[in-house]
């Protein structure tokens, strides 16, 4: 009991998958906690494990200074929030948005006299309260508000800030879930060369999953060359050799019955690149093309 005592207390809004995931895992800590949900029935199963169930989301804000929600989207926290008493409460805001819709919460939640955090959940709920899975949340806005709080953020999760710009760890979020996409596009590619030859998916899963393992850190010479401006710094394939490969892997893709709509776009801009005279560089000012 004294230890239960000497928790932070938290209150959590939103009980869908992942709201009641991370509930769980401060129930589990020992951390005084009181929940709300929209459907008052998804808040059973945590009321018999020790959760204090509000009526209201006006009761369970005023419960606690520390308020975490995890909604479907900004438009709901909206909904939830509309009628709160927010003065000088911590609001760590753990439901995806966009930068800008970031920003204006933390502008939104100071006019009402709060302190504000944003989160982007870099998991998925079964990683929730597993830290040998490497689930992990970015966040961003008030330093000082992470700091005094860090030990109970860590709980659920691991914790990377990202700086005072709130809309800093929605930005991180959507810039590794893109190039996540990116990943999955190439795989999706990949097996469909193979897809209609008697090649098991399951012998070319390993060697696919360790050749992106192998080739992921390029990433570390993009982000330098993208410092010193040098693109052709440490360069081993320059852009003119590897654009003119390209038409083995398109021929090859249309030898194979595969659309090439996955990896044309991409060729299409090594290409463009190369014609501004850029064959002795890497493959870095591709992004200056994406770039407006
Ligand atoms: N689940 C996942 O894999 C991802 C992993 C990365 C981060 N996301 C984000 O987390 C937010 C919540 O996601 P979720 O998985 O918990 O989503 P649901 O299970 O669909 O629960 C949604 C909750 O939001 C409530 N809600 C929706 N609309 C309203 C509204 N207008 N007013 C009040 N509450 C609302 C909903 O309530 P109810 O339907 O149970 O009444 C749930 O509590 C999300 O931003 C993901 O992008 C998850």
Redesign the pocket.
């Known amino acids: 009991a004294q230890n239960t005592v000497e928790k932070t207390p938290v209150t959590m809004l ?7 995931a991370l509930a769980r895992t401060w129930l589990a800590a020992g951390h005084p906690l009181t929940v709300w ?3 008052p029935a ?1 808040a059973a199963a945590l009321a018999t494990e020790g959760a204090r169930v509000a009526d209201t989301a006006v009761e369970a804000v005023a419960a606690n200074t520390l308020i975490l929600l ?4 900004d ?2 926290v909206d ?2 929030l509309a009628g709160t008493d927010l003065a000088d409460r911590d609001l760590v805001n ?4 966009t930068p800008a819709q970031a920003r204006a919460r933390a502008a939104w939640a100071r006019e009402r006299g709060a302190r504000y955090l944003d989160g982007g ?5 079964p990683m929730i309260g597993v830290p040998e899975t490497g689930g992990y949340v970015f966040y961003s806005g008030s330093r000082e508000l992470f700091e005094r709080h860090q030990e109970t953020l860590s709980v659920p999760a691991g914790t990377t800030y990202v700086g005072e710009d709130a809309g800093f760890a929605a930005l991180h979020d959507v810039a590794l879930l893109s190039a996540m996409y990116g990943m999955f596009a190439g795989a999706a590619h990949a097996f469909a060369l193979i897809r209609k030859e008697n090649i098991d998916p399951a012998a070319l899963a390993p060697l696919l999953a360790d050749w992106l393992v192998a080739m992921a850190p390029a990433v570390h010479q993009t982000a330098d060359q993208l410092r010193s401006g040098d693109y052709t710094k440490g360069v081993v394939s320059n852009l003119a050799m590897q654009v003119a490969g390209t038409p083995t892997f398109l021929s090859t893709t249309e030898q194979q019955g595969v659309s090439p709509e996955l990896l044309s776009p991409y060729f299409e801009l090594m290409s463009r690149r190369l014609a501004e005279g850029s064959g002795e560089e890497d493959l870095t000012g591709v992004i200056d093309l994406l770039v407006n």
């Open positions: 939103g009980l869908g998958a992942m709201g009641t949900n929209r459907t998804r995890c909604l479907l989207d438009t709901s909904e939830v753990l439901t995806t948005s959940i870099m998991a998925v709920p």
